[in-house]
Nanobody, 120 residues
């Protein structure tokens, strides 16, 4: 199983960016999917998560500005980021709990990360 994120880049404060993360390989089911981020010198933190039923959870710092969604048929996770601030600058990682076979438990998978830089 591989997770591949795309969509990062440089944006001015107040701008928008969209991230996507596609899971590929042998996948029976995906329970939760999430975006984490890690800024220089800081620990990795949860940005937003979404479970297979659609319930979402957001960090307080991004509520009202970021929207997480997923396409269960495409095994793809999205993050729409609006009103971006310099403090949103970080490497963003996608995470998924994936069950490869019905007789196996869910396991954690991480994407390689994509850089988001918010700067004028």
């Amino acid at each position: 199983v591989q997770l591949q994120a795309s969509g990062g880049g440089l944006v001015q404060p107040g701008g928008s960016l969209s991230l996507s993360c596609a899971a590929s390989g042998r996948i029976f089911s995906i329970y939760s999917m999430a975006w984490y981020r890690q800024a220089p010198g800081k620990e990795r933190e949860l940005v937003a998560s979404i479970i297979s039923g659609g319930s979402t959870n957001y960090a307080d710092s991004v509520k009202g500005r970021f929207t997480i969604s997923r396409d269960n048929f495409k095994n793809t996770l999205y993050l729409q980021m609006n009103s971006l601030k310099p403090e949103d600058t970080a490497v963003y990682y996608c995470h998924a709990e994936i069950q490869q076979r019905v007789d196996l438990p869910h396991a954690d998978y991480w994407g390689p990360g994509t850089q988001v830089t918010v700067s004028s």
